[in-house]
Nanobody, 123 residues
Framework: VQLQASGGGLVQAGGSLRLSCAASGRPGGAYAVGWFRRPPGKEREFISTISWSGGSTYYLDSVKGRFIISRDNAKNTVYLQMNSLKPEDTAVYYC?????????????????WGQGTQVTVSS
């Protein structure tokens, strides 16, 4: 499975962005997708994850209520809608995939990673 993250950019505080994570390379089977981010000078952290069916999701507390994860399996794409963005959301955002039917919140759970997309929120 190859993952391509896109949709990053520069936005003012309070604005919105939608990130996309497109899977290619015959991603047959059920897989969960997670979004992570690496703020400048910090460790990469978990943000959100969604199950294969899309019926289960989980969020980092600091993004709950502002970010929405969703997926369109017909397009092999997972989205992260980010609203009410804050300067502290500035980071490189990564998507990752894990074959399985559960939700996964740790980096070590994931087998496939995208290349990252930069999100910069100005104050």
């Amino acid at each position: 499975v190859q993952l391509q993250a896109s949709g990053g950019g520069l936005v003012q505080a309070g604005g919105s962005l939608r990130l996309s994570c497109a899977a290619s390379g015959r991603p047959g089977g059920a897989y969960a997708v997670g979004w992570f981010r690496r703020p400048p000078g910090k460790e990469r952290e978990f943000i959100s994850t969604i199950s294969w069916s899309g019926g289960s999701t989980y969020y980092l507390d600091s993004v709950k209520g502002r970010f929405i994860i969703s997926r369109d399996n017909a397009k092999n794409t997972v989205y992260l809608q980010m609203n009410s963005l804050k300067p502290e959301d500035t980071a490189v955002y990564y998507c990752a995939a894990k074959y399985g039917s559960s939700l996964y919140t740790r980096e070590s759970h994931y087998d496939y990673w995208g290349q990252g997309t930069q999100v910069t929120v100005s104050s």
